[in-house]
């Protein structure tokens, strides 16, 4: 059931009481569908519960036998659904019993047929046995993955009971989130038990859409009854179900469908679900540039300690908006540092400091030619490899206009006539500050002019609390034996943040401004937010960010409320924490972030003092 790179909606079809399971999965596969889900029990072969009851005592298989289709198929095409009568939580100590062992064979079986997953509908907060048990399934062997299929809005039972007294003291009823998280927090968050989120009529908040949207959520249940008919009789969804639809559409799931074919053929559902999935590609530079690389952990470049490799140069000098927008700046700043009446005799000095294979370089020529301006370039880098690709283009392209400096910016230390008027440079990381930025600006800035113009001018990062099981996973699961045991947990991480939810809008941290005039000059910072939480939720880890000023008004951003459309070159970056918290809609989450220096290196810790508190993360950037 792979649907990675699809052109169209992967699709699973269910069907509620299956004659013949080679004949179903020819009809669905007929109609695109891409797998069935069948009851794991046929109905044929039901067994009654109830121990007093003589039909508890048949002597009858179990269901169907294996041989009925080939062990590809069954690993392809079939996702099992448990029996719903089984009820591992009834109060009934027998009706108990009798489903805990029906559910150890069901189990057993799908795990001996190779069905990939199997479904299991929750309805409500008393599944606490079964979460125990499917639990102790998922940790012990391989088999199935467990879908857990959720009403995206828990549906109001009273309604239904015309005489049910109204009683204004009673608090709402219960969110299906809850039931869920519930669920998930008693199976330990374990990677292999997901959603199944059923889609029904009622379209829910946007803040319960949005916590919905960093879970872990493996398909989408449409049951036909939510389909209304077109002029021409075919199935489509209302608008705001489509809207619904085109935001889940980003995690790349897939989409189940439920029910008799209302509108002639089941085949046009499926049809339907892939004209809006085709609607809803997202061709932003950003999106295609991301594609594969969806909430996966990266370390953090280090192009201080290391020199970056050519395909790396490559991959960010595509970036159809970073060097855009440094292009503006740099013509700004050589505009107000020439004046008109000095365009023909005045010359600039630019300096391109860690210059990489020249982008920067190309950008301030080009902005001197728009100005009418006459500029002189030092081209400074400390990479060899990548002084080889300057040296050829000073050849072929630049000729004396561009200096080549083979050298690290903080070593080398120019004549006073060739200081410069404008010191330009891209070292940003994606929390700002975490390349060294700071470090790196403050040493070359020995060799900017008093009235020197430094770009980037200033740039802030902000952090916010995040939600993501699906990360909380990622980084539990990347442990390194040679390192501390906390390491997974304490390790900041770039990652392009898709199956989350904030749990609070980010706040400004850590301003860095250039030049630093201050006398002595200390990178250390030490920062105390306090964040108000929008909804009952579980606390993952931080998200970072950053926003730039590299002159005046031209600004380049990542942070989600201003972010650059369709730059790429920055992903946001992850602090986890070592135990999840829960939290409260309306809780006080209190953050206390450090960025500490030594001589050696630089690393932040971090910790929560409200409304539990956390140990310090990273002590002494371990």
Not at 86 to 98: A, G, M, N, Y
Not at 403 to 413: A, C, K, L, Q, T
Not at 564 to 574: E, K, V, Y
Request: proline share 7%; net charge neutral; with cysteine.
């Amino acid at each position: 059931m792979s649907h990675s790179n699809r052109k169209r909606a992967s699709c699973g079809l269910d069907i509620t009481n299956p004659t013949d399971l080679e004949v179903c999965i020819s009809t669905g596969t007929h109609s695109n569908y891409e797998f069935i889900c069948v009851p794991i029990v046929h109905t044929r072969y039901a067994y009654e519960t109830h121990p007093d009851k003589l039909a508890s005592k048949r002597n009858v298989p179990l269901t169907r036998a294996d041989v009925i289709l080939s062990g590809n198929d069954w690993s392809s095409y079939i996702v099992g659904r448990l029996d719903p009568h089984i009820d591992v939580d009834s109060p009934v100590p027998t009706l108990r019993k009798r489903s805990e062992e029906k559910l150890a064979r069901e189990l057993k079986y799908t795990s001996h047929l190779g069905i990939p997953a199997i479904l299991i509908k929750l309805h409500g907060m008393k599944h606490v046995n079964l979460a125990r048990i499917l639990y102790n399934s998922v940790t012990k062997d391989s088999g199935p993955q467990i879908w857990l299929q959720v009403p995206i809005v828990a549906p109001d039972e009273l309604k239904f009971e015309e005489s049910a007294p109204v009683d204004f003291g009673t608090p709402p009823p219960v969110s299906s989130w809850h039931w869920w998280n519930q669920f998930r927090l008693l199976a330990n968050q374990n990677q292999r038990i997901s959603v199944c989120l059923e889609i029904g009529d009622k379209i829910p908040s946007e803040m319960e859409l949005q916590r919905w949207l960093g879970e872990p959520i493996k398909t989408l249940l449409f049951n036909t009854s939510v389909f209304l008919t077109n002029k021409k009789g075919y199935p489509v969804l209302s608008k705001s179900h489509q809207a619904l639809l085109k935001r889940f559409i980003r995690l790349d799931l897939q989409i189940i469908v439920k029910g008799p074919a209302r509108h002639g053929d089941i085949s046009f559902y499926q049809q339907y679900l892939s004209y809006v999935y085709q609607q809803s590609e997202n061709n932003d530079p950003l999106c295609t540039y991301a594609r594969g690389f969806e909430d996966f952990l990266q370390i953090p470049l280090q192009p201080l300690m290391d020199n970056l490799e050519s395909s790396t140069y490559e991959v960010f000098e595509k970036d159809p908006v970073k060097y855009s927008q440094y292009l503006v700046a740099i013509q700004a700043a050589i505009t107000d540092k020439i004046k008109e009446e000095d365009k023909d005799t005045k010359v600039l000095t630019v300096m391109v400091v860690g210059a990489g294979r020249g982008p920067l370089v190309k950008a301030s020529i080009t902005a001197a030619k728009n100005a009418s301006r006459r500029i002189k370039v030092f081209a400074v880098e400390k990479n060899p490899n990548a002084v080889i690709t300057l040296q050829h283009r000073k050849i072929e392209e630049w000729g004396d206009m561009v200096e080549v400096v083979s050298s690290d910016m903080r070593d080398w230390n120019p004549p006073p006539e060739d200081h410069a008027d404008i010191l330009v440079s891209e070292l940003l990381g994606s929390f700002g500050d975490n390349e060294l930025s700071p470090e790196c600006l403050d040493g070359a800035q020995k060799f900017l002019k008093p009235d020197g113009v430094s770009i980037p001018t200033s740039y802030t990062s902000y952090i916010g609390p995040i939600q993501s099981t699906k990360l909380y996973n990622e980084y539990r699961n990347s442990k390194d034996e040679t390192k501390h045991p906390k390491a997974a947990f304490e390790t900041p991480y770039v990652v392009h943040l898709l199956n989350r939810v904030e749990l609070a809008k980010p706040k400004a941290l850590f301003t860095f401004d250039h030049p630093n005039k201050d006398k002595y000059i200390d990178n250390t910072r030490y920062e105390e937010l306090s964040f108000t939480i929008n909804s009952d939720s579980i606390l993952h880890g931080f998200g970072g960010y950053f926003e730039c000023s590299l002159y005046k008004d031209v600004l380049i951003s990542i942070l989600p409320a201003t972010h650059s459309p369709g730059m790429f070159s920055w992903f946001p970056i992850m602090f986890p924490i070592i135990e999840p918290m829960q939290l409260k809609k309306g809780e006080t989450l209190k953050l206390h972030f450090w960025r500490c220096v030594s001589k050696t290196h630089v690393w932040y810790e971090w910790s929560i003092s409200e409304p539990i508190t956390s140990p310090i993360h990273n002590p002494n950037g371990r």
